[in-house]
């Protein structure tokens, strides 16, 4: 992960994903939300709200009398951690060999490999 931010455990991005989503929540809104998709145990949910905040990942308003939990880091700051922590557990930190085999897989479509191009021209035309 980047300088500062913890490693996020599968379970822990799903309360992530509705703090993202949802802003500020109680901890009774995030047990309701993720319910709706997962068969989660509400002290399953309280757990993992727990270990994001000993983590400095969630913070808590504690100015009301029903605790409010919200993201210390935008969505898009732990995906980055989450790639760059991807790239160097599974390839040594080297991009190239991770690019090379998902450009080498088969199930790139047409439309995937033209938007990759335009992605790669606009990049070279950046330096």
């Not at 993201?71 to 690019?99: D, H, R, T, V």
């Amino acid at each position: 992960m980047t300088k500062g931010l913890p490693n996020i455990s599968e379970a822990e991005w799903e309360v992530m994903k509705v703090l993202w989503k949802h802003g500020p929540q109680t901890a009774n809104q995030v047990i309701e939300t993720i319910q709706k998709q997962a068969e989660w145990k509400p002290k399953t949910i309280r757990t993992l709200l727990d270990r994001l905040t000993k983590k400095k990942v969630v913070g808590v308003n504690t100015d009301k009398k029903v605790y409010v939990f919200f993201s210390l880091y935008s969505e898009e700051e732990c995906k980055k951690a989450e790639a760059q922590s991807f790239i160097k557990k599974i390839y040594g930190g080297a991009l190239k060999p991770m690019l090379i085999q998902f450009i080498e897989d088969d199930s790139l479509t047409k439309e995937e490999i033209e938007e990759l191009r335009t992605i790669l021209d606009q990049k070279e035309n950046k330096k």
